[in-house]
């Protein structure tokens, strides 16, 4: 999402305000390790695949999908998308990777690990984050409600309707599957949301507002976005648009 849609701030934090004064449990993101992080990406989707990170930018004319290598934040390849169109989340899904852009309703499959473009598809609405939860891949719409869609045709074969205290909670951007849960970045907060993907209830909130990110002035489309999985390593990453560096974090209870 751009500049030109911060006013919708003060929505998301609304909506968020509401599920948080309820007394759902709070878990702060530590610290464990920093990584570079190129300030110049607009981050809209991330993931952690074969040792190496692959990433979504957005903007119009600026938006690509990249493969880094996570000590450095060296880019190793990279695919451009279209000037007109603004990129968004992206899932793996066997040797493929899937993707989807903001408004136009126009998604892609690329090849793994090479990012060569074989094929596209359409769906309606807008296009915001991705995961993969089992058989079934997850997408986010700014609305309160999850998309769950075939792998192989990339129709929607159900939805998730997301409630915070039986509120539902709008504005889920980025998306992770971590262990049996959902993990969505709320769109112009610094909170995630873990969310049980059975029911939709949102169990509890990560406060992401001790990490260091780009100091005022930097625009308001500086937050936070970007949450990747290590399975193997057992290692949780996040970021945010435009900021210099991604988080390696653990999760403590709130004091």
Known sequence: MSRLHALLAPLAAAALSTAAAARLPVWRAEVVRTFPHDPGAFTEGLLYRDGLLYEST???GQSNIRVVRLADGKVLRQADLPPSLFG??????GRELVSV???????????LPDLR???QFRYPGEGWGLTRMGRRLVLSDGTPVLRLLDPRTLAAVGRVTV???GVPLANLNELEWVRGEILANIWQTDRIARIDPASGRVSGWI???ALPRPPAGRGTDAVANGIAWD???KRLF????NWPALYEVRLAPAR
């Open 58 to 60: 957005g903007l119009e």
């Open 88 to 93: 968004e989340g992206i899932v793996d899904t």
């Open 101 to 111: 852009t903001w408004r136009t309703g126009q998604g892609f499959r690329w090849t």
């Open 117 to 119: 473009r074989v094929g």
């Open 163 to 165: 409630t915070a205290e």
């Open 207 to 209: 406060d992401l507002s």
């Open 231 to 233: 399975e193997r390593g």
């Open 238 to 241: 996040v970021t945010g648009k």
